[in-house]
């Protein structure tokens, strides 16, 4: 199988470099390494420049993970792979573990999406299994898996690490850029779904890979936390129209007691951005936050 790897890069160069080390270490390496970045710092950029055997896509615009990635699957699908793989820098997969996802596709024609197992940086405990409907759940993240020995469906998979059949790919469209930031996995996995039926999401268990949250968690633990709030708005309103009445204020109490738990611990940012978060989505305004 044809394979394209898209490592997104913003303003962390090294971590980028690292991983784009770990894919040319393989014996048989994704046919091309995508390295887009998101309108980084200039000296971020030179570092990036340094690479080799790889294609670097720079950005004029920070354009999110929606965006960014967007960007290089057009690439790769103008160059005729036949699977893209999304992998966030601070991600890792061994080449055994892509092979298990790749033959799960491969000898699937009904896999649409394929995800792995995802364990933290060292290894040792299990962050996700799979996704539910985020429209429907607050803990939307399986976290043990729901079938220790064969291919499971899911709602949605990781974009930690994801594999995407581009035949499907030209029939659905590519990731919404108006979640900017979270929630556009399970958008355009839930969108399979309805236009595709029979189209699956799975995760295979006997596929791992690690993603050391430690290094993302200073952005996580701001900007993260408005466009998790608010994009789940946007996703009630493309894909669960008709509970909106209900979903709305539900997700308005969530949310406000999320703020109100933040602001009691004295974490003020997160709680004003939790709030912002509600506004915004209430009021349809989404894209990058900086341009609401």
């Known amino acids: 199988m044809r394979t ?24 048989a390496p994704p046919q091309t390494i995508y390295v887009v ?82 364990y933290d940086g060292d290894g040792l405990r299990l962050q996700n299994a799979g996704g539910r409907d985020i429209g429907l759940h607050y803990i939307s993240h399986y976290s043990s898996p729901l079938d220790s020995n064969q291919t499971y469906d899911v709602d949605y998979v990781s974009g930690t690490v994801a594999l995407f059949r581009v035949s499907v790919l030209g029939k659905v469209g590519l990731l919404d850029e108006d979640y900017f930031f979270s929630g556009e996995i399970a958008d ?25 949250l430690g290094i993302s968690s200073d952005n996580r633990a701001t900007l993260y936390t408005y466009y998790t709030v608010r994009n789940r708005y946007l996703y009630i309103r493309k894909h669960r129209l008709a509970l909106l009445p209900v979903l709305f204020p539900y997700w ?24 912002v978060g509600i506004y915004h989505g209430l009021k349809g305004r989404f894209g990058g936050f900086s341009e609401q």
């Open 37 to 118: 970045d998101n309108a980084s710092a200039p000296a971020d950029v030179e570092a990036l420049r340094e690479l080799t055997g790889v294609t670097l896509i720079i950005n004029d615009r920070n354009r999110g993970y929606s965006g960014g990635n967007n960007v290089g699957m057009r690439d790769a699908i103008s160059d005729s792979h036949e699977a893209i793989l999304l992998l966030n820098n601070d991600a890792r997969i061994t080449e055994a573990d892509y092979s298990t996802l790749a033959e799960t596709m491969e000898k699937d024609p009904s896999v649409a999406v394929a995800g792995p197992l995802i």
């Open 188 to 212: 355009i996995c839930k969108r399979i779904q309805r236009q595709l039926p029979g189209q699956r999401i799975v995760i295979d268990p006997h596929a791992k890979a690690r993603h050391d």
């Open 252 to 275: 308005m109490y969530r949310h406000l007691r999320h703020a109100w738990s933040a602001w009691r611990m004295q974490q003020k940012d997160s709680a004003q951005l939790i709030l």
């Open 4 to 27: 394209a790897a898209i490592i997104l890069n913003w303003n962390n160069a090294t971590e980028t470099a690292d991983c784009v080390r770990s894919l040319q270490a393989w014996t």
